[in-house]
């Protein structure tokens, strides 16, 4: 049952990745060109709304799906490792057009070339699981 609230979760937000245009390489072009709010709306809407309901978790205690209690812990501060890693995202963001989420939305709304994009996701994220011992954390 934990499963299927994930499924319908996960379906219900690539929908509204897809049809609010999160998704759409044109819409992120178009941010990295500076052409538009559009996506910087989306971006700053995500982040107002993630900090109220990080709050609202803290204050009311709220837990998991699962009844577990969540843990938020906060990260250690650093410089080197979010520079380092901000800057991987960003030129894969920039050169595939697509951020993870967005990648999966595509898929399903039928453009299979994103594939090969995800092939390449799923590869980095192996290579680093291979070296992370060796990176700044």
Request: net charge positive; hydrophobic share 50%.
């Amino acid at each position: 049952m934990k499963y299927l609230s994930y499924l319908t979760i996960g379906i219900f937000f690539g929908i509204i990745m897809y049809k609010s245009e999160a998704a759409s390489w044109f819409r992120i072009y178009e941010m990295f060109q500076f052409g538009s709010f559009h996506m910087y709306g989306i971006i700053g809407s995500a982040l107002v709304l993630g900090v109220i309901g990080i709050q609202l978790i803290k204050k009311f205690k709220i837990k998991a799906i699962g009844g577990t209690e969540m843990n938020l812990h906060p990260k250690k501060k650093g410089v080197t490792n979010y520079l380092l890693g901000g800057i991987i995202f960003g030129l894969g963001w920039a050169l595939a057009g697509a951020c993870p989420g967005p990648m999966y939305v595509l898929a399903g709304a039928g453009y299979y070339s994103i594939l090969v994009v995800i092939g390449g996701a799923l590869l980095g994220t192996f290579i680093y699981g291979l070296v992370k011992d060796k990176l700044p954390h």
